[in-house]
């Protein structure tokens, strides 16, 4: 796998990745996932804003295969600055693990 000079995969590495689903539009929306790799080192993901935490569940849930492949491996929860929990692992499927 190629690395850019941000440590994200090359395009050519996530031709062909599922593409991401868009978050649904929070209009006051707290909730946010930072995303980690294997190492614990950030990695650059789609930012969204998610209305509740179980919006930003159910998102995190519907994206974990095309996340991982973007080198995401776990992502910790906030709500504004805080963290609620995490990081936890993403859970694949075992065919796109």
Same mark, same amino acid.
Request: no cysteine; charged share 20%.
């Given at each position: 796998m190629l690395i850019d000079r941000l440590g994200a995969p090359s395009a050519r590495d996530c031709a062909d990745a599922p593409p991401i689903s868009p978050a649904p539009l929070a209009h006051h929306g707290h909730w946010n996932w930072l995303f980690a790799d294997e190492m614990g080192?950030?990695?650059?993901?789609?930012?969204?804003?998610?209305? /509740?935490?179980? !919006?930003?569940? +159910?998102?995190?849930? #519907?994206?974990?295969?095309?996340?991982?492949?973007?080198?995401? /491996?776990?992502? !910790?929860?906030? +709500?504004?600055?805080? #963290?609620?929990?995490?990081?936890?692992?993403?859970?694949r499927t075992p065919e796109a693990a």
């Open positions: 080192l950030a990695v650059e993901a789609p930012r969204a804003s998610f209305s /509740s935490q179980d !919006t930003a569940e +159910d998102w995190l849930e #519907a994206n974990a295969d095309s996340l991982g492949r973007l080198g995401v /491996s776990a992502a !910790t929860l906030l +709500d504004g600055e805080h #963290a609620v929990y995490g990081p936890t692992p993403l859970r």
